[in-house]
Structures are given as structure tokens and as C-alpha cells.
């Protein structure tokens, strides 16, 4: 046992240093953010990004009339641009700073750096969409030369009908941008006689699938990452991996040495947890670590203690012993993997959506969530059938 708990220490140190490489891999997702002063792009990136990031974050100039916004931990560079006035010099300088921006970022010929997407905010309550305004967003959306996108946030909209309206209205005036999205990024309250009612929150999900969609795939991950909103596309993010995860371990169950596939079974868990965890963007330090490494010892006879504990596990799932022993091997380890990795995401999402405080849990209650879902999941796992 005592040599367990030294094994675990010295993985939890190896999945400190995997999640530090996997945040490198990520890298970031950087977005312009523009429209007038009031139109509430403060509030929306407060919406849809973690920790409250355009209060929290930290905010340096760029250019004259742009600052980046970035957080430790948080894949993100926000470029908010100031004072967007149209109509005048201050629109000619916005618009300039932005290109120059762009061109800048593209000098680096580092993709990680690269401006990703545009959002283009418009204030639905103000009372129409100006000539100049669309003119403007063109030019933005084709003259930028280099691809960027252009979506336009419809802030505000506490009327959906009036949203909605504005919507096509610009859809039909054919100006180059990839959507155009009607939301509320925070509650609205409106007084109907005595009564006091609240407009909910809205659209933030459609934004960022928007996006995802016209961002290279190489951003993907950062801003499934550090949006807060959906958090159901980290899960789907972090189910795609697991599937790969699973192969992996399936097709070392096969290699001519199953007794020394121990080591690069839990070398491919510890991966997968770091991966999984950036793509959550839970910060594991605070205290998470070592109760998830425990976790998997806890449940992990099968990569811990090599193949005799593998057939021990292999006894609780029906049937599993009429196959041949490296077959065995192969397939108790993708479902161990899986059955681990479904519970981690399991738990992650949970604790993304808030329904899970960790802070607030002992060590002992975190292990038995993960772990009540691992055994329930291992023990009904299906094996594939050998013939
Ligand atoms: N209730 C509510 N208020 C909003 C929303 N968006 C912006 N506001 C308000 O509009 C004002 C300007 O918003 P802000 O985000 O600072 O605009 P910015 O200048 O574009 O960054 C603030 O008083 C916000 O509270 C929203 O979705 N709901
Ligand atoms: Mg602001």
C-alpha cells in the first residue's frame, strides 16, 4: 500500500507537468471585439467567457485605440476596441487600428497569434441600423484581406421579435459576414405595470457555436475551453479524444508483451485526464490533483498492478473469460478507459455547470463521485465479441 500512495505522488507530479503540455498544445483563441461605445461588449464577454474575464482580466494597449485583455490560465486574447464613434476621425482611426492589428498578428507567422474571428456588436434596442454602420461592417468583413470573420452579436435584444426582424433585415442587405446573432447576454429587467419581470439570458450558445464554426480548427479547442456557456461542447470535445484514448489502449492489449503494457496504459490515462482537464479548463492545482490521481489508483487494479489485477477485473464483467489472455488484456483495458474517462467528463461537466463545488467537498466525496461512476460504467461495459 505504502508503495501505492508513492506512486501516486510521483503521477500526480506527471500530470501536473501533462496538463502544462497540453495548455501549451491548445494554444489560443484571439478575438476582436468592436461596435459603439454602450452597446455592451463588456457584459457579453463577461457572459460567455470564464472568470469574468473583462473585469478580472488584465487589460494592456495594443494600439492607440485597441487594449488585449488576458487572464492567467484562460486561452483567450480579447482585443476591445475604444471610443468606436461613427462617422468621424475616431471610426477612421478604430478601423485602421484594427488592420494594423491584423497585419501585425499575421507578421508573427504564428498561427497561435493569428486574430481568429470579429465580433461585431450592434445594440438592438437603439432605434435603427445606420447606413454607415453596415457600410463599415463591410468594409471590415472584405477589406480586412486575410479571411477574418465577421459576426455580428445583436445586443440587448430584449424583444426577440424585434431581434429576429433586425436579423434578416440585415441577412438581406448581402454584406460579408458569417451570422448574425440576436442575444441578452445578462438578466433584463422590465417593469410591466406594478409588476417587475426578467428577461432572460439568450443567444450566447448560438454565438459561440457560430463561431466555432469559422474559426480554424487549430482555435477550436481554446475557445471551447474558455467559453462557459455551452458546456456540453466540452464534454463532446472530450468524448471525441476519449474515443481515441480507447483505441489506443486496445491496440496495446495486442502487442506480443501484454504483461509490460501496464506502464503505457496508465502513461495513456494520465494523458487523457490532462487533455480532458484542459479542455474543461478546471483548474487542477487547488487541491484536485492528487484526490483524481487517487481516484484512478483506488479504481485501477487493471494498469496498476499489471495483468494479474487485469484478469481480477476482467471477473466482473460477464463472459469476459472465455477470450484468449492478451485479447483479454486489450479489451479490459479500452473499457477500463472508457468507463475512466466517462466519468471524469462526468464529473467535470458537472462541476463546469456549477453543480459541483469542489472547494466544498472532502477529498473522500470527490474520489466516490468519480468512482461510483467509473464501477458503474466499467462493470456494464461491453466487450467486443472475438470470433
Ligand atoms: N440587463 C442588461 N444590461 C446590459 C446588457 N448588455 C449591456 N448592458 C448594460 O449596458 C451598459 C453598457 O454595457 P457595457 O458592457 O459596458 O458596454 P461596452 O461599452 O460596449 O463595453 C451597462 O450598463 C450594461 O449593464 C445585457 O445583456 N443585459
Ligand atoms: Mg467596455
Redesign the pocket.
Known sequence: MAMIMDDIFGYAKDIRSRIAEEEKRMGHFNIIVT?K????????LN?VFREGIAVTGIGRPVTRRTRMIEKQGVPLRIFDTKGLELGGTAQEAVKADIFELIDWQLKTKDPDKFIHAIWY?INTTSDRIEEEEIRWINELATKNGHDVPVIIAL??TISRKKGLALKSQIENMNINVRGVVPL??????VDIGDEVKTVQ?FGLTELVGVTLQVVPESAANALINAQNVDIGLKGKRARKWLAGFAGTNFAAGFTPFPIADAPILITTEITMLAKMTTIFGIDMDKGMLAAVVSAIVGCSGATFGGRAAAVNLIKLIPGAGTVAGGLINGATAAAFTVALGEAYIAVMTRIARGELKREQMSEQQFIGEIKDIFMEKFTHAKLPVFS
Do not use: F
Open positions: 461596435g461605445t454602450g452597446v455592451g461588449k463588456s457584459t457579453l457572459a456588436c445586443t440587448k441578452l447576454a445578462s438578466p433584463y429587467e439570458p
